[in-house]
């Protein structure tokens, strides 16, 4: 998962979760603000009962204090509006038949689900009662007792769970989604960086990265550009090392070349030369037909033998590419292998684009990677039909295609680790032109595939 969904997912619970905890808190604090319209109810009948006491007591100066009680006109439209809603007040001791006072509870709040009107009195208790004396001097002017009605308060604590839920959501909603907006922003160099990284890993390694306003990026990117240089500055020593050794080795094959046409070369005609000789000198003297026969073998294994150092010195000696160019080269090489043996695999030559301005390394990599991925796929496969492809790829990659394949089988994953003379010499040679090598299967067989750029 994108780290920009990992954080808005981490994000919307931490949301979720705020949210859950204002609804439970919204639940007990509407739940007991019953509680406190109750005790406030109480507070100002029994302020507004005693303001009545000391009238009447002024007014009747020639009664005993002790038996003077409130006047029955209390429960009027006045009183009525120091109730809250859903809570009831009754004056002790009531008069016959008397009943409490109520609040307006008639369409007070919205009507909860049954799951809410159960839960919540199990859970945070039933509301007590509230008694308030009408004077604390005067026992006998009685008490003032307040009564929250239990339906009422539900109602109205689901009344105020919705409100806050609704101002809640709407927060929340609009926290998560500044929130992804701002979170999405700032992780956007993020993919600059790894734009960067991957092209980084395609071998382009001077990469510039733009200044980053948050430090820690700017860090990151300060560190994939030294981490380029580095790799660029080593990746030209190694090219320059490989390609010293490619050059020490070539001079090595040129002078066994020479040692080999010089020395073997020559001792191997005379070799031949003195086989024909003795074979002509038997025959005309009419001597043993044995020496006769010795020499004739003689005479084969020496032209065996030259032919195989013909053929080594062919692979020695200087590539045809520095005298005959690029293309007239691959298409000598191809008719080489198939003048050997008509029982040979079926080679096809496919040259495409202008190869005719191609010298130098690019061109001898180029010869030496045909060479020995037609000497593999001809020696190590029973393949019936190679193909050779070289193209020219023009634009801003400037770059030559050499792709072999054959249909004779064989494991890509095990001859990619292969550690042979022969591919190990191609991605040396494939390295030191800064270029890339892939070793993977084909239509019934293998297909290995480098490319050479050309840009000067």
């Known amino acids: 998962m994108r780290l920009v969904l990992q954080l808005v997912a981490r994000l919307l619970l931490i949301v979720a979760l705020c949210l859950g905890a204002a609804t439970v808190w919204a639940t007990f604090d509407a739940y007991r603000s019953i509680d406190r319209a109750t005790a406030a109810s109480a507070q100002r009948v029994a302020h507004a009962l005693q303001a009545l006491y000391w009238q009447e007591l002024l007014l009747r100066s020639s009664r005993a204090r002790e038996h003077l009680l409130p006047v029955p006109d209390w429960r009027t439209l006045d009183m009525m509006k120091l109730i809250s809603p859903g809570v009831c007040v009754e004056f002790q001791p009531a008069a016959a038949f008397e009943k409490p006072l109520c609040g307006q509870s008639q369409g007070i709040g919205k009507t909860p689900p049954r799951w809410f009107a159960s839960i919540v009195p199990t859970f945070l208790g039933s509301h007590a009662e509230v008694v ?268 030559l295609l050499i792709r072999v394949e054959d249909d004779g089988g064989g494991d890509a994953t095990r001859v990619a680790r292969s550690a042979g003379f022969g591919l190990t010499g191609i991605r040396e040679r494939v390295a030191a032109a800064g270029g890339s090598l892939s070793i993977l299967p084909a239509r019934g067989g293998l297909s290995v595939a480098a490319t050479i750029p050309l840009a000067a």
Request: aromatic letters at 2%.
């Open 132 to 399: 308030r004396p009408v004077s604390p001097r005067a026992a006998a002017a009685g008490a003032v007792v307040a009564t929250p009605d239990a339906a009422a308060a539900i109602s109205l604590a689901w009344e105020y769970i919705l409100n806050v839920i609704d101002v809640a959501l709407l927060m929340a909603v609009a926290i998560a989604l500044l929130a992804s907006i701002a979170i999405a922003h700032a992780l956007a160099p993020a993919r600059t960086i790894v734009t960067a990284l991957q092209r980084m890993a395609r071998g382009h390694y001077r990469t510039k990265l733009p200044r980053f306003r948050s430090m820690e990026l700017a860090m990151i990117g300060g560190a994939v550009s030294q981490l380029g240089g580095r790799l660029e500055e080593a990746t030209e020593q190694r090219a320059a090392l490989t390609r010293r050794l490619i050059e020490i080795r070539d001079d090595e094959r040129r002078a066994l070349a020479r040692e080999l046409h010089d020395e073997f070369g020559q001792n191997l005609s005379a070799i031949l030369a003195f086989a024909n000789t003795i074979e002509t000198a038997s025959a005309k003297k009419g001597k043993d037909i044995g020496i006769v026969q010795d020499a004739r073998m003689i005479s084969q294994a020496t032209h065996h033998l030259m032919a195989s150092l013909r053929d080594a010195l062919k692979r020695l000696r200087n590539p045809l590419p520095e005298e005959l160019g690029l293309e007239a080269s691959l298409v000598n090489l191809v008719d080489s292998w198939r003048s050997q043996s008509t029982a040979r695999p079926t080679i096809q030559l496919d040259l495409r684009g202008d190869l005719t301005d191609i010298s130098g390394t690019a061109a001898t990599t180029a010869y030496r990677i045909a060479q020995e991925c037609l000497t593999n796929a001809l020696r190590h496969s029973s393949a019936r039909e190679i193909s050779l492809c070289v193209e020219r790829r023009v634009g801003e990659d400037d770059a």
